[in-house]
């Protein structure tokens, strides 16, 4: 039912807050979630591991060091009913050209099944992101969670001069 969307998307917002601001990303909070037994797998917020890391890949890290394997060998112990819920989409590019997280959720295979966001990415920094299609074009439902793009957005852009 939608309201377990919403449910999870607020606890994302949540662990956004605990992001420290800067103007060159965006405060963002993920979750990773078992959908079948409906159990929180790893959460993660902008910048919560160490460098510049996003909240996806913050996600990503805690489950590789949990599991004592690398990132991208996560397919090996993710439920094939696993899905991710991040407040702002996932990037396709990076300003720091670091790896976009599209990229991390790609090369896990179809472990990831259904990515839930609460808003399409502002065209501040990359333009138009073109994430959505590559991952719905890997068989990945991209779904967007309404009614918290104000909130997310207000979050997300703290550390910007405005
Ligand atoms: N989905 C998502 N999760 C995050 O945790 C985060 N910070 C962004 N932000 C997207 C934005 O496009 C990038 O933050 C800039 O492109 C700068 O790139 P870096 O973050 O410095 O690698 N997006
Ligand atoms: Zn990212």
């Known amino acids: ?3 377990v ?3 999870y998307m607020k606890q994302a917002l949540d662990l956004a807050r605990k992001s420290p601001p800067k ?4 405060r963002v909070g993920a979750l990773l979630v078992d959908s079948k037994t409906d159990t929180i797998l790893a959460t993660g917020y902008t910048l919560e591991c160490e460098g510049n890391t996003h909240a996806e890949q913050s996600c990503l890290i805690k489950l590789s060091k949990e599991h004592n394997l690398p990132e991208e060998n996560l397919v090996e112990i993710l439920p094939d009913s696993t899905v991710l819920y991040t407040t702002v989409e ?10 976009p997280c599209v990229e991390r959720i790609l090369r896990l295979g179809n472990a990831i099944k259904t ?5 399409i990415e502002p065209e501040k920094f990359v333009g138009q992101n073109t ?18 793009e104000d909130e997310i957005l207000l979050v997300a852009t703290a550390g910007h001069i405005s």
């Open 5 to 7: 969307h919403i449910e």
């Open 115 to 119: 990515v839930y966001v609460g808003v």
């Open 90 to 99: 996932p990037c396709f590019k990076r300003l720091s050209g670091n790896l």
């Open 23 to 26: 103007p060159t990303n965006y």
């Open 1 to 3: 039912n939608p309201q």
């Open 131 to 148: 994430g959505r299609k590559q991952l719905e074009e890997a068989g990945i439902k991209v779904v967007l969670v309404r009614g918290m």
